[in-house]
């Protein structure tokens, strides 16, 4: 496996469902990020984690929650979504150094009905 | 606040040139990400620009003028499959990993 990958490509929960979405980077990069991306809308960063340690939380409700147990591993873990949570989840990796370009997953798309 | 502008869509032809504009309005500046997405898939970096000037990558460059808040993205010899979404991103900090504020994207279809 090379780059970023995310599982699964696509979930469809219901609003009282727990799910995980789950991230790994093969980069050996040192920082992680979750993104929401919905229709018509910016790319919305959710949380950042730069050495496993969270460094960034846009206000996001708490019925998303990351986990980051090491550098190559991510999860946003899911519990009573609602309907306007339905969008792609992105995840990227970049170095903490440089042009902090980033690398992105394919994307998780999630429906919740 | 927090703002970058780009147009939401534009329509060009196949061998032409085309001109992706972008300007922002951010708390603090660590250069300027130009992204490629098509429909469906992962964004995908094509350049960065932290100083002033032209950046030249094969079929496309990108431009930056910090003092304006602006950059552009030009797409050369185009082909059917630059058909996609561009997204202008500035990343805010120098450190605690690179935070990206994305704009909406350009929808960009290029025709026979």
């Known amino acids: 496996e090379t780059g970023v990958t995310q599982t699964p490509r696509h979930l469809v929960m219901g609003m009282t469902n727990k799910k995980s979405l789950k991230c790994e980077q093969h980069?050996?990069?040192?920082?992680m990020y979750w993104y929401k991306q919905s229709a018509k809308k910016p790319l919305e960063l959710m949380f950042v984690?730069?050495?496993?340690?969270?460094?960034e939380n846009n206000s996001v409700p708490s019925r998303f929650s990351p986990e980051c147990p090491n550098s190559s591993h991510l999860f946003l873990h899911l519990h009573t979504l609602q309907p306007e949570d339905s969008a792609l989840y992105l995840c990227?990796?970049?170095?903490?150094?440089?042009?902090?370009?980033?690398?992105f997953g394919p994307g998780t798309r999630l429906t919740v009905t | 606040g927090q703002n970058i502008d780009q147009p939401t869509e534009m329509t060009a032809t196949e061998g032409a040139i085309v001109q992706i504009n972008c300007t922002y309005q951010?708390?603090?500046?660590?250069?300027l990400f130009w992204y490629q997405q098509h429909a469906g898939e992962a964004p995908t970096f094509l350049s960065y620009n932290v100083l002033d000037g032209l950046e030249e990558k094969g079929r496309f460059s990108s431009f930056l003028s910090r003092s304006k808040g602006y950059s552009y993205l030009l797409l050369k010899e185009l082909q059917m499959k630059d058909s996609a979404s561009y997204l202008c991103?500035?990343?805010?900090?120098?450190?605690?990993?690179?935070?990206?504020?994305f704009g909406q994207g350009t929808e960009l279809s290029v025709k026979p």
């Open positions: 980069l050996g990069h040192n920082a």
């Open positions: 984690y730069s050495l496993e340690e969270r460094v």
């Open positions: 990227a990796s970049s170095h903490l150094t440089g042009g902090n370009e980033q690398y």
């Open positions: 951010t708390s603090g500046f660590n250069g």
């Open positions: 991103a500035v990343s805010d900090s120098w450190n605690q990993g690179g935070k990206l504020i």
